[in-house]
């Protein structure tokens, strides 16, 4: 139980972080601006510090989740989980470069690896991870909260990809030639989607003990 309500405080210190740098840094315009450019120039402290207390919130969601994760998905799952832990923090160490920039140092593309790791893989984990809780007794009375959270990740990463495929299908050198990608509520709506998969995790845990 523990465990489940650092979880909580974590993940909220991480929302309220970027919630903070949204009027802290007003010159990021944030419908196409990414929530990675936070940690650029003053301030961007605050955004590598975000990016460890989501690393953060997810691992201590995962300790708490640990012994109910039983079925072979399940243990696939839980150490995926880490690993997910371990690109968060490299979000939070390798500081991205703006998307106005088209050097692609190395630096940025590590970041880029991290993000694309955590983006790619969470809704897969999240999914085998759910789908092992479903399968065990004591979480029955919340299936309902598990079927909502895998829905939630899976609509997240979804909403963030079209928008990025439907605006290269009308114009294949967007982003490139200078015209915008309006991809940054769908990157905040997608990192959202993923912190309430951790909140509904670490409360169901709170409920059921």
Request: glycine fraction near 8%; charge should be positive; aromatic fraction near 12%.
């Amino acid at each position: 139980m523990t465990a489940a309500y650092v979880s909580i405080v974590f993940g909220s210190v991480f929302l309220i972080l970027v919630t903070l740098l949204h009027f802290l840094k007003r010159e990021l315009d944030p419908s196409w601006r990414m929530i990675s450019e936070y940690e650029i120039g003053r301030h961007g402290w605050m955004m590598r510090l975000a990016f460890f207390c989501w690393g953060a919130s997810v691992l201590a969601a995962t300790i708490a989740i640990w012994p109910s994760l039983q079925t072979i998905g399940g243990v696939i799952g839980r150490w995926w989980l880490l690993v997910i832990v371990i690109f968060l923090f490299g979000a939070g160490i390798f500081k991205a470069d703006p998307i106005t920039d088209q050097t692609n140092n190395l630096v940025n593309r590590l970041h880029a690896l991290c993000g694309m790791v955590v983006i790619l893989t969470f809704p897969i984990v999240a999914t085998l991870a759910a789908s092992s809780l479903m399968k065990n007794l004591r979480w029955l009375p919340v299936r309902g909260l598990l079927v909502l959270a895998v829905v939630l990740v899976w609509a997240g990463m979804i909403a963030y990809f079209a928008t990025i495929i439907i605006a290269r299908s009308k114009n294949p050198k967007v982003g490139e030639d200078g015209t915008r990608i309006y991809m940054g509520w769908p990157n905040r709506f997608n990192v959202v989607t993923y912190l309430i998969w951790i909140f509904i995790m670490a409360g169901s845990v709170i409920h059921l003990l």
